[in-house]
């Protein structure tokens, strides 16, 4: 995602999460041998269980000063527990509510070591053991609770159980979750945590936070490795304060099975006393890798909480004004007992709006009808007050309605000119030529073959097929320059069929099918087959555009031998190294599926593989027209600039405001520094943004929530951006957005975080449709993306020849009518936090070569190797993998996240030869043993060629050193005449004995060697 800053967008998202809900996490490890129960913490007695910490005063809504510390663990019998309280503690409580469980069970222990059977409305069986004592200034409580007792069973690996933990101090109610009442009955999961059984993860053990009211986090931690193996543990730090800032760390630490790992994070929280009330929240969550399993967390009060928060309003369907507050402040007992006004005043001081709820929730919303109210500035303030009328908070903030009268509907981008570096379409009678590639079009409208690099694709035509023959009149080409429009005609005794496809200047092909019923009312079966030449079906690319993916991924790489056969996916693209086709369509809609639901086929036969796209499987029936779209696209779609290696060289990191995540320019505006120093360094102006993601705190994202949202309801987040659809008018306010900045800072280009269309379902801009269920499903909104996208990259070109745009693509690569306008591809994170030791061991090289390389889809290739921390400070063995793939393949590491030292040594070989140089070849290593010969098997050499001079990379991909020996051509690199060795990072001097070289190459590692005419 996002490079040069915090690359985490999902894991930031996950602590907000966590922050809305409030429940506290960990997870019970097996015990090795039950413990004594005798009221005291024996040595190494319970040093194997997990430990929290962490507890709310919520009699003060803040956290608590005294603060216990609870350890867990079980076994085949029961759960066992240890409370050490502070011994000026008057009693603690064990709740707990197993799976499903309507009512909770609690058993209370007071200081004499008494326990209660039954507390308010919860439940305890007498068959359990309780053991208390104090020493020193430690209370310490013993508990073992049989599963027997509870009428349960002992709980499987990955079981969840809600617990709470109380504890009463100087007359304050101290519990590990959030509570709203004394009852310690209560189930609703707001008011308790969550325990989870797994007898094989990491033991986790938090054991203090340090004084948080003090304003500093001292957090004492650690990690036990479990029998899964070794596991990154990691420490997800983020405050949240009123303001919406947010402060992010990662500790990590990676443990063996039965070792112990510590984690010291010292943390300011806040700097001097604050004189007003500051809302401010402790969220840390520690994990198993990125976004896996979580073993513990926590949410805290850091100071205490205002009574009532203003959390976001929005407009709904513009006829309703929804404030929604949170009133996790209030003390403990008064909800129920109190009531929110909300109220809306122009500048003046004049009510215009108002309405109220009863507080009987610890989150509530208070709708006010909008009436006409005009576009301007107001202010919207929640008044907080009990049974009596006393005032007991105030929740104030700036609201406005915007004017959408200087966006909406506009033609930013919209221009007859083509932009660089695409070319003019050109039409030669049935064929349509682009920049590298033609077209030839059949009588069916459709490809009958398509001509890319030089080679031709297709084994045969594309063809429609259903049952009846369909006879096509013939295809008419009208129109050059952007675009040309291809019409045919066809009718069959059951139907008539319109093909009418648009190819746009960047080779895009858009089919509109539409078929109209004859006699007989429906048609039986329609089958779209598009045969590929076998030598360029090589590799299959197909994604759901459902996010990064994993790295277990395979929806990249060599085609399976025995073919692949899939439900609906968006895209789907064969190709070999060089070139390639894809298939695309937004939503299977009116197809008839057929019996296992996957319409999507390709299959090997002689001379073809053919891709099958089955729309209807059996009777289509016919009311009237139905219009089927889909696309298709052949690559490379573009030309790489000749200067394209330099490209890290002239980027700083991408200036990006937290407070105005996203949005341009304001996000600019907060950056003048960053920008100023970009502009001295001679250096790109870039800027983060999306293509399908709105920040929610600008006006407009309130205002048209309802209609912009991929969802199609209100948002509930507080996050600082949510999830929208540029089928919607979001599209137009994005275009002015970008004029805007564009005007202002004068920008070289966008970095779009997320750039793939995912599913939208939002019924209001036409994105959900209705399955023969009657069911509404989502569509992914391709050609929405794809306009937005062309439009801005038009709109930057009418101001200047090269722009500069990044689209972080991982795991989608193949999203082409969105590509197609962007220079750079990033790819990378779907292995985020993944990587320990090498990149090697976890992408084939097939997946770098149908994915990374970029080659078949014209974009510049950036690979983000996100190892955990920016500097040099990281390991040097991951970044040295990493560079054994991207120099093997020719491919740009962006410049952050990994060891930059290692990356330096080796792009300063790259530099040093001349990569960009006139007349420079890339010879990559899956094309030119013909040329360089090797006698290792898992060696592989790409090298460059110019005259006089060659640059061979040597890549060893196993873990031992070898020493390969070379047989080269040495003419063939343009070497004629002798030839001096050189290693370019050492300075060594080689020797070649004729026409073989030995090179001793470590386990995973890179060597660089140059060659020249002496």
Known sequence: MRAGSVPLTMATLLLCVVAASAAPLVTVPRAGQPPVLDGVMAENEWASASAVTGFIDNTHRAYATAQPTVYLSHDDTALY?????????EAVSIVLAPGDATVAHALTVDRAGEASPSVGSASWVSDCEVASGVVGDAWTVEVAVTYAALGQSPPEAGVAWRADFVCVCDGALTSWAYRRSGDLGSVD??????????????????????????????LDLEVIGGGKGPATMQLYYDPISASGKSRYAIPAVTPGAGERAPLQVEKTLFGEKVETPVDELMVWVVSRGFRDFHYCSGVLPVVPWQPLRLVRFDYGDRDVLTAYFDASGLPLGLFGQATIAARVMDGAGNVVLEGEAAVDARALAVKMPLGDLEPGEYTLVGVLTDAGGTQLGEAPTAMVVP???????????????????????QVDGQSVHCWGREYRFAASGLPEQI?????????????????????????????????????????SDACEMQCASTVEYDGMIRVDLTITPRAAGEIEGLTLTIPVRPERATYLVRTDCAGTGSPADERYGALPAEGWRAEFH?????????????????????????????????????????????IAAGALKLDGPQTFTFG??????????DDWHQFTARHAPIPTSYDYFGIVPTCLRERPDDIARQRERGQKLLVYTFLGEAATCQ?????????????????????????????????????????????????????????????????????????????????????????????????????MPRSYFIGHISGNAICLPVVSFVDFALDGEQYAHTVEKDYISVI????????????????????????????NHIAEGPTETAMVLTFLHDILVYPAFHNGTVRGKYDAVWEAFGVDGEGVEFLPYWSNTDIIGRDAEDVEVSAYRREGAALLVIGNLSAEAVNVTLTIDWPALGLAGGVALTDGVSGETMTADGNTLTVPVDGQRLRMIVARTP
Not at 632 to 641: D, I, M, N, S
């Open 81 to 89: 527990l240890c409370l050490s309280a502070p011994a000026s503690a």
């Open 570 to 614: 968006p895209f789907v693209w064969l190709g070999d190294e060089d070139r390639g086709l894809v298939w695309f369509c937004e939503a299977p809609e009116g197809w008839v599926l057929p019996e296992d639901g996957k319409p999507i086929e390709v299959a090997r036969r002689d001379g073809a593989v053919d891709l099958t796209i089955t």
């Open 189 to 218: 999961p707001v008011e308790m945590g969550k325990l989870t059984f797994d007898p094989d993860g990491p033991v986790v053990r938090v054991r203090g936070l340090g004084d948080l009211s003090a304003g500093a986090m001292a």
């Open 844 to 871: 084939p090289l097939d997946k770098m070569r149908a994915e990374f390389t970029s080659r078949q889809f014209g974009a510049v290739p950036l690979f983000l190797p996100e190892l955990y921390r920016r500097g």
């Open 403 to 425: 004017d959408a009268a200087a966006w909406l509907g506009n033609t930013i981008g919209l221009t007859e000119t083509v932009p660089e570096p695409f070319t003019p379409i």
């Open 632 to 641: 298709l696209q052949a690559g490379p779609v573009r030309p790489r600039p």
């Open 451 to 491: 001509v890319s690099r030089g080679e031709e694709l297709l084994a045969g035509p594309v063809t429609l097929t259903t049952a009846q023959p369909v006879e096509w009149s013939g295809a008419e080409l009208a129109g050059e320059g952007r675009e040309t429009e291809v019409r045919a005609r066809g009718l």
């Open 699 to 799: 006006p407009e994202y309130r205002y048209f929530a309802g209609d912009w949202r991929r969802a199609g309801t209100l948002g509930t987040t507080s996050y600082m951006h949510d999830k929208v659809c540029p089928a919607s008018s979001f599209a137009d306010f994005k275009l002015w957005n970008f004029k805007q900045a564009l005007d202002e800072f004068d920008l070289d280009g966008l970095y779009y975080d997320l750039a793939w269309p995912e599913k939208c379902s939002n019924p209001r801009h036409g994105c959900a449709w209705i399955d023969a269920n009657g069911d509404a499903q989502p569509r992914h909104p391709i050609f929405a993306y794809r306009e937005l996208a062309k439009r801005t990259y038009q709109l930057f070109h009418e101001r």
